[in-house]
């Protein structure tokens, strides 16, 4: 079965106050129970603010490590789920349970070469 990617989008700044945030984390909780229910779960995982990346390069043999995201935006990869779906329309309908969820946009990529787990 093929493996997908669903990428959270998230503004730069701070996190929203906890009254907007503890509902979204519980409706997030809810999509997150029905893809491990439906078998579709291969993990997930929310990443700490785009200031605390590093970037590694190799640059003339050498390789280079720098502060801060690859690319600056003003949205960055807040977290990410990848779950196994028959097809696209599948990976689909969850992206669109996650974007439900917790109003963000959700990005839907099939992984190209290997799998997850």
Same mark, same amino acid.
């Given at each position: 079965?093929?493996? &997908? ?11 929203p106050?906890?009254?907007? =945030? ?8 809810? /999509? ?7 078998? #579709?779960?291969?993990?997930s $995982? $929310? =990443? &700490? ?5 590093t ?22 990869? $807040?977290?990410?789920? /990848? ?8 990976? =689909?309908?969850? $992206?669109?349970?996650?974007?439900? #969820? ?5 990005? /839907? ?9």
């Open positions: 079965m093929q493996q &997908y990617l669903l990428s959270i989008y998230q503004p730069d700044g701070d996190a106050p906890p009254e907007v =945030l503890e509902p979204i984390m519980r409706d997030l909780e809810v /999509v997150n129970a029905e893809i491990r229910a439906a078998g #579709a779960w291969v993990f $995982g $929310g =990443l &700490y603010p785009p200031s605390t990346a970037v590694v390069r190799l640059k003339d043999s050498e390789l280079l490590t720098t502060d801060g995201p690859y690319i600056e935006g003003k949205e960055h990869i $807040g977290g990410f789920t /990848v779950i196994q779906a028959p097809d696209l329309d599948a990976a =689909l309908e969850w $992206g669109g349970k996650l974007a439900r #969820a917790i109003t963000l946009p959700i990005e /839907v990529r099939p992984l190209q070469y290997g799998t997850c787990g």
